[in-house]
């Protein structure tokens, strides 16, 4: 398939033009990039006047450029910050694998990859890990290409340090960490260590050195030494060794591989140890992808803060390498019944959808295109149990594929009816309409932090409370408020329940309440501390 990305592309992005903005990725990163516009801040980055400090810039320059060209968020043009490093991986690593003349099957590998829970949830939802992930797979191609000596290796050996560094300016450490710890550790398995100044010598640690000097340069200009003492210790030492945030015990990603690597978890594992068990891997490429995965693997789990995600950097190097070992296997036994299981799977789909279509049915405005959606899986399903019973596994692995994007594809049409349970947008634009009719000018939440990026919406800060008392100060102070509090607190939260008891809900959904609360008498309004600052 000749134009096989750009029919991935056309397939996925209808998701993202359907989609509200998901509020802990999305719609925060806009919230803090529009503190920044406004600000005139560029290396520097704050969340409601709190520090930002966890990542790096260059993501959040990319979707700056997008508002300072088309003048708004457009979340599509935003979406292809995911899209386009996703197809960009696939890219790389199909040259890299064809030019080795390895016997592979692109089209499979590109099938398994975007496909893989976790990769294609990845593809859909705008972080910086798939961004940081392809120059991370760019880096340790371009170490390749000065390994075998490539016609462009001389070009290589400076490039390499730019493109770790982009890695290392997208997300963080991991980005430097996982090339260069690979780089060594594939080197040593050579017994090549004394060559490692061909790739990481003097010139590469001084580009690398001279381009970090100058970003934590203009850090220290713009936010001063506490915002550079936070970048360069707090968010690299305190995650690291002992983390204040997403802290998970050494083997936290083993388990999880269970299901973020689904629906192909099973097939990946027979295929690693059919690689093992008859010693395939056995070339210098075979070997580079397993030390790329048994490193970082390791880095990652030895760090204190952890999420599903951050793993994303393993996932192109571990299928490509077992869609390599799959060309050996084809009519393995355990190959096919790990492909089975899941298409046995699909294939129930549609029937269980059916049985309790009631409850389903009753949320989405259109049931139609579910059903769709459903057959679609269910026909792959199917499909792909009669082609392993001819013994054409490749085909098999494409169908249930091709059903899991389309499966997708159509699910993109259903958005609109369940955005509702995705993003905060219908939420916020009821309130704005109540806003206007009642002329309210405050707006405040109740323990709901992620609420506060909200101001996306509203054009209006959120005030945050978390004590009743600071609630009943609001009610003192302010004349009218709009008052956003999620359904756990409203069954919970017993103080909460009488003191808002005096109050109708002026708007709902099936997580949210919100209410108009009016000002108790008329003293001079006074704006409440930041909870920051409490």
Not at 5 to 11: F, K, N
Not at 333 to 343: L, Q, S
Not at 459 to 475: G, H, Y
Not at 478 to 499: A, M, Q, S
Request: net charge positive; charged share 15%.
């Amino acid at each position: 398939m000749r134009y096989r990305y750009l029919y991935y592309i056309l397939l996925l992005i209808p998701a993202f033009l359907f989609r509200d903005y998901t509020p802990t990725n999305e719609l925060k990163y806009i919230s803090i990039i529009d503190e920044a516009l406004k600000n005139g801040t560029w290396f520097t980055f704050y969340n409601h006047g709190a520090v930002y400090a966890d990542k790096p810039p260059l993501f959040f320059w990319l979707i700056m450029l997008i508002k300072l060209i088309t003048g708004t968020y457009n979340m599509w043009l935003i979406g292809l910050f995911s899209l386009l490093p996703t197809i960009g991986i696939m890219a790389v690593m199909d040259r890299w694998v064809r030019k080795e003349g390895i016997a592979s099957n692109p089209l499979v590998s590109n099938a398994l990859l975007l496909t893989t829970g976790m990769f294609l949830g990845s593809a859909l939802v705008v972080r910086m890990d798939m961004l940081m992930t392809f120059f991370i797979v760019v880096s340790l191609y371009i170490f390749w290409t000065i390994y075998k000596n490539d016609e462009h290796a001389r070009i290589g050996r400076h490039v390499l340090p730019v493109f770790i560094f982009l890695a290392l300016f997208t997300k963080g450490p991991i980005g430097l960490l996982i090339p260069v710890v690979s780089i060594i550790s594939f080197l040593v398995l050579k017994k090549q260590i004394r060559t490692i100044g061909r790739y990481l010598g003097w010139q590469q640690w001084a580009i690398l050195a001279g381009l970090c000097t100058l970003w934590f340069a203009l850090i220290y200009v713009e936010g001063g030494r506490d915002y550079l003492y936070n970048i360069l210790f707090k968010q690299t030492i305190g995650r690291g060794v002992n983390s204040f945030h997403h802290k998970e015990p050494f083997w936290f990603y083993v388990p999880r591989m269970i299901w973020s690597f689904a629906p192909w978890s099973l097939l990946y594992v027979v295929l690693l140890w059919k690689g093992i068990q008859q010693k395939t891997i056995n070339d210098d490429l075979k070997k580079f992808f397993l030390i790329v995965i048994s490193t970082s693997l390791i880095l990652l789990s030895a760090i204190s803060s952890k999420l599903d995600i951050y793993l994303l950097p393993e996932y192109p190097f571990i299928v490509y390498l077992c869609s390599i070992i799959l060309m050996d296997n084809l009519n393995n036994k355990f190959v096919k019944m790990a492909i089975t299981v899941p298409a046995l799977l699909f294939a129930l789909i549609l029937p269980a959808i059916i049985v309790f279509s009631h409850k389903i049915f009753a949320i989405l405005n259109n049931p139609i295109l579910l059903l769709a959606a459903c057959t679609m899986l269910t026909f792959g399903g199917v499909v792909a149990i009669i082609l392993l019973h001819k013994k054409q596994t490749l085909r098999a692995i494409c169908v249930i594929s091709f059903a899991i994007i389309g499966l997708v594809f159509i699910g993109s049409f259903i958005i609109p009816s369940v955005n509702k349970y995705i993003g905060f947008r219908e939420m916020a634009s009821s309130a704005l309409v109540l806003a206007k009719k009642k002329k309210v000018v405050h707006y405040a939440c109740y323990k709901f932090n992620t609420a506060s990026n909200m101001d996306v919406y509203l054009n209006s800060e959120l005030q945050q409370t978390e004590t009743v008392s600071q609630l009943d100060s609001m009610a003192h102070h302010w004349n009218k408020t709009i008052l956003f509090v999620r359904k756990k607190e409203l069954l919970h939260d017993e103080e909460l329940i009488k003191w808002i008891g005096r109050y109708s809900p002026v708007g709902k959904t099936d997580e949210y309440s919100w209410y108009l609360i009016e000002q108790k008498n008329t003293d001079k309004l006074v704006h409440l501390p930041a909870r920051g600052n409490e």
